[in-house]
């Protein structure tokens, strides 16, 4: 791929961004979130058209216009998201679509189940084709999302971050079914942002960072410290807002939260005024610690003390009560009612404390509504437009507002810039730093490396369910959280 | 911003959705009018009133399980239950307040093996009412002893039959019951509660609504409405008909879609369910003066139901699949 660009609007994907691919090799695209990676990876498998630039693809020139096109050409996709049919069989799923029909229309079931075999025989893998989808675990399934991409004949295999829901063990496996593949020629793209996996199995790297095109290393070349520069090594675009406040004592505290495998043994100390940033790969389990702190997800065993007292969350009235809140991490699925007003969404988690007797007081609601939108400068035509018509950096807002109406002493964000502006994300920067500035404690949950490390007075960086690391303002680097993040540390368990 | 109307920043499917039921009666209206010189005469509309009067308090509480994301096939046959009990306690004890009270009693309590069942085990509200539609028809033949119970006093035939200074006392009833059920929705926080639980129940929960307890008492309240619409269904026949009711959860479920209440939830509005209601029974009250045939009745409220379906399909998608930019 040469000098390809993608723009969409308001963001520039792709800029001139060349990906040279041997074949038999397995080669890593790497970059952060938003790098531009996955953008790529549909341009060349026919899902975006590119603006600029040309496809050659074993020597020709080409331009999928479709999947379908791509696919004929013997490029499969595997996405992050997997999406078997639980209830089928291996061999229906690996042949989903494209099922061996008799002479007289009907499906062949025999040679669906003979031909799976065959295709496990071959690559040596020992699956039971009528055995169904749902008794595999993640990481079975990642095989055989790979068997069904590799039997459309596929001579180029892409791979969206295969491991990102496979624990450690599981993952040796993915590897070596990886190696098998190479040695059969066939020609593997994984995009991955795990710095050990890069090194466990790739041949070489290319890196992308904000959509441009850094650099292509063999792995040879290259050791963790080189990559993560060429990931992260960019200019901070501009000055964040300040505290104007210092830390106060200890409001805070979780000691020895549990809560299933992606919330193990959490604790740490929030402290009046400050911004505790959560960092951590995707998955790694922040928004599910969250989520048990607020009582979405009631946890198993912890012990929770808010300014000295112990505390007990059962419920996300509980948590509200102590006034600790927190705004969701995603908009559409659990943050706002698309489909309802503006007004009625800011109101909502406060309007038990609003009404007498249930019956509340229309023209109060409407005028504190009023108030707290302007508060936060939403944009809307009205309090009356339904809340899916406001932009994404309006929706954010909007949902910073209902819980600000809370006057709450913890506010947990989870990832609140997510998809918006860089207008409306400097408008909540400024907003995160006022709050603070009141006393406000702040968890931040973000998966964007900038603003963690701007915003934060300390981070805590997760890894597979577990705390991994503390850094302190001066330790505070890129290259630090990334170690942390990547590879579960043995960490001298101190109070955090 | 997507297609905006100069009202208040409404767009053409929101203002469809509030407001388009009106336009649909007044059409209903003017059809009727022009079809049939015996349609828009007092006694006539009088009798449509009193007909789709029971199915209009039934509307009420199913505009709020649709709204908060439920439904209940199990209202016609609660309605005859409710009828049933109602003339069994005043052959009884005689007493109307008596009967009225058990009859709203019994229907709570149907609402609330539905709610605790939906709610609290997490089935789905088509199969569990379904299955309570047959237990609870099951059960008011055998309150009934297997035929009609006649006789339920003056009272109560007063409230199905008569008129109040020309208008019928059914639609007094359905007018102050929904002036108060339209209060409750858009004036509590239950209310508020209802239309964002349908909207996003996770985002609801993520709000600090308890969504089972709200979710219970919908259905406790959609059981009690049917126990006053089974009341007046008594008193319309003066008599508890078990076999009574069949279908009466259709004809408030078409009332509400035509009225532009969302199937899918979190969006709806009582007045406009009541208006959908009546709106249907206009439609019916028409064909029976043009005497159409009754086979081809049903086939014309099918299309009805059919085209109040896309109706909501195309607002829902107007409201919900807007681009943000043009």
């Not at chain 1, 000098?3 to 038999?24: C, M, R, T, W, Y």
């Not at chain 1, 899916?388 to 600000?404: E, H, M, P, T, V």
């Not at chain 2, 109602?86 to 307040?97: D, F």
């Amino acid at each position: 791929m040469r000098n390809i660009s993608k723009s969409f609007p308001g963001v520039k994907a792709l800029d001139k961004v060349n990906l040279h691919v041997e074949q038999g090799t397995v080669h890593a695209v790497m970059g952060e979130n938003g790098a531009g990676k996955s953008t790529l990876m549909k341009v060349l498998f026919g899902q975006y058209a590119p603006d600029e630039g040309e496809i050659i693809y074993e020597d020709k020139p080409v331009s999928f216009k479709s999947v379908k096109e791509a696919v004929n050409h013997g490029i499969s996709m595997i996405y992050q998201e997997l999406s078997p049919i639980k209830e089928l069989s291996i061999a229906e799923n690996v042949f989903t679509g494209r099922y061996p029909l008799t002479a007289a229309r009907f499906i062949d079931w025999n040679k669906i189940y003979s031909s799976c075999q065959e295709i496990f025989d071959r690559w040596g893998l020992k699956y039971d084709p009528r055995a169904k989808i749902k008794t595999l675990k993640t990481a079975d399934v990642q095989m055989i999302e790979i068997i069904k991409a590799i039997s459309f004949n596929a001579k180029l295999v892409i791979m969206d971050e295969p491991s990102s829901s496979i624990s450690q063990r599981e993952v040796e496996k993915l590897y070596d079914f990886i190696r098998t593949l190479k040695k059969a020629g066939i020609t593997i793209i994984i995009i991955t942002h795990k710095l050990d996996e890069v090194f466990t199995i790739a041949d070489q790297v290319t890196v992308l960072r904000d959509g441009k095109y850094i650099g292509t290393n063999a792995i040879g070349e290259l050791d963790r410290a080189k990559l993560i520069k060429m990931m992260v090594g960019r200019e901070m675009s501009s000055v964040f807002p300040q505290k104007t406040a210092g830390i106060g004592p200890p409001l805070l505290e979780v000691r020895g939260l549990n809560n299933g495998p992606k919330v193990q043994d959490i604790s740490f100390t929030l402290h009046k005024g400050e911004i505790l940033g959560f960092a951590g790969i995707v998955g790694a389990g922040r928004t599910e610690t969250m989520r048990s702190i607020f009582g979405l997800d009631p946890y198993r065993s912890a012990e929770i003390l808010m300014e000295g007292k112990p505390i007990h969350i059962r419920c996300v009235r509980d948590a509200i009560k102590h006034d600790i809140v927190m705004a969701t991490e995603s908009r559409k699925d659990d943050g706002l009612i698309l489909c309802r007003s503006v007004e009625e969404n800011i109101m909502l988690p406060s309007l038990y404390r609003r009404s007498k007797g249930g019956v509340l007081n229309v023209g109060a609601l409407r005028s504190t509504a009023e108030e707290a939108s302007k508060k936060l400068s939403v944009k809307t035509s009205s309090l009356d437009t339904i809340a899916n018509f406001l932009s994404g950096g309006n929706q954010q807002k909007l949902i910073l507002c209902k819980w600000l109406l809370m006057e709450p002493k913890v506010l947990i964000l989870d990832e609140p810039t997510r998809g918006i502006d860089v207008g409306a994300k400097w408008e909540i920067y400024n907003i995160i730093m006022d709050l603070a500035s009141q006393g406000v404690g702040i968890i931040l949950v973000s998966s964007e490396m900038e603003e963690i490390i701007n915003l934060s007075d300390r981070v805590l960086v997760m890894c597979e369910g577990r705390l991994n690391g503390c850094l302190e303002k001066d330790g505070l680097t890129q290259e630090n959280i990334m170690n942390l993040a990547s590879e579960v540390q043995t960490w001298e368990r101190k109070a955090v | 911003m997507g297609k905006k109307s100069s009202l208040k920043g409404l767009s053409l499917a929101e203002l469809y959705s509030r407001y388009g039921v009106f336009l649909i009666l007044v059409i209903a209206l003017v059809t009727g009018a022009l079809l049939s010189p015996a349609f828009l005469v007092p006694s006539n509309l009088v009798s449509v009133a009193k007909n789709v009067g029971v199915y209009a308090i039934m509307a009420l509480g199913m505009t709020r399980l649709l709204i908060g994301g439920g439904v209940d096939l199990s209202a016609g046959s609660n309605v005859a239950m409710c009828s049933v009990v109602a003339a069994v306690l005043y052959n009884s004890t005689g007493s109307t307040l008596a009967a009225v009270l058990a009859a709203v009693l019994v229907g709570a309590l149907i609402g609330a093996v539905n709610g605790f069942f939906i709610s609290y085990i997490g089935l789905l509200a088509f199969i569990v009412t379904l299955a309570t539609q047959m237990t609870v028809r099951g059960l008011a033949y055998l309150v009934a002893g297997g035929a009609p119970v006649f006789g339920v006093g003056d009272t109560m035939v007063w409230l199905g039959q008569d008129n109040v200074a020309g208008f019928p006392v059914i639609l007094l009833v359905v007018l102050l019951a929904t002036v108060f059920v339209a209060f409750v929705m858009s004036r509590t926080s239950h209310g508020r509660y209802l239309y964002a639980i349908g909207g996003n129940p996770e985002a609801a929960a993520a709000s600090g609504i308890n969504v089972k307890l709200q979710l219970f008492i919908n259905f406790v309240t959609m059981g009690a409405i049917c126990g006053l619409a089974g009341v007046i269904y008594a008193g319309r026949t003066n008599s508890g008909l078990p076999a009574g009711g069949v279908n009466f959860e259709f004809e408030a479920i078409i009332g509400c879609v035509l009225g532009g209440t969302s199937m899918a939830g979190g969006i709806g509005s009582v007045v406009c369910s009541i208006v959908g209601v009546f709106v249907v029974g206009i439609i019916n009250n028409v064909m029976n003066l043009c005497s159409v045939n009754a086979f081809w009745q049903q086939v014309v409220k099918g299309i009805v139901i059919l085209i109040a379906v896309l109706l909501d399909i195309f607002t829902r998608n107007a409201i919900m699949k807007s681009t943000k930019k043009q």
